[in-house]
Nanobody, 128 residues
Framework: QVQVADSGGDSVQAGGSLRLSCVAS????????MAWFRQQPGKEREEVAV???????RYGESVKGRFSISKDRAKRTLYLEMNNLKPEDTAMYYC??????????????????????WGQGTQVTVSS
């Protein structure tokens, strides 16, 4: 089973950039989807970006064109590059991994509950 640990959150001003990192350890064979989620106080966890082995990466509507998900296989690290940050991007960000195949295979996105490995979360705060 894979374990993931996320980091890189910080406080920045609007328009700034951050890169979040998620290091995977353990047996990552068979994990089809790795993703970044975020959660604001009092709200449900929201899918931000998904790296899917079966097809192109996907992004939430609110971050398209500003955020980019990528992976360095040699470093076993997943990244979320965030540019042109806005105050509404303020949230706790979580890395997650799932052994389930995603939208490009089954025709629907994975639910939050289908990700069985989660990082501890890293806080991103964007001030105006």
């Amino acid at each position: 089973q894979v374990q993931v640990a996320d980091s890189g959150g910080d406080s920045v001003q609007a328009g700034g950039s951050l890169r979040l990192s998620c290091v995977a350890s353990g047996d990552s064979y068979g994990y089809y989807c790795m993703a970044w989620f975020r959660q604001q106080p009092g709200k449900e966890r929201e899918e931000v970006a998904v790296l899917d082995m079966d097809g192109p990466s996907r992004y939430g509507e609110s971050v398209k064109g500003r955020f980019s998900i990528s992976k360095d296989r040699a470093k076993r690290t997943l990244y979320l590059e965030m540019n042109n940050l806005k105050p509404e991007d303020t949230a706790m960000y979580y890395c997650a991994a799932s052994p389930a195949r995603g939208i490009w295979y089954r025709g629907r996105a994975l639910a939050v509950g289908e990700y069985n490995n989660w990082g501890q979360g890293t806080q991103v705060t964007v001030s105006s």
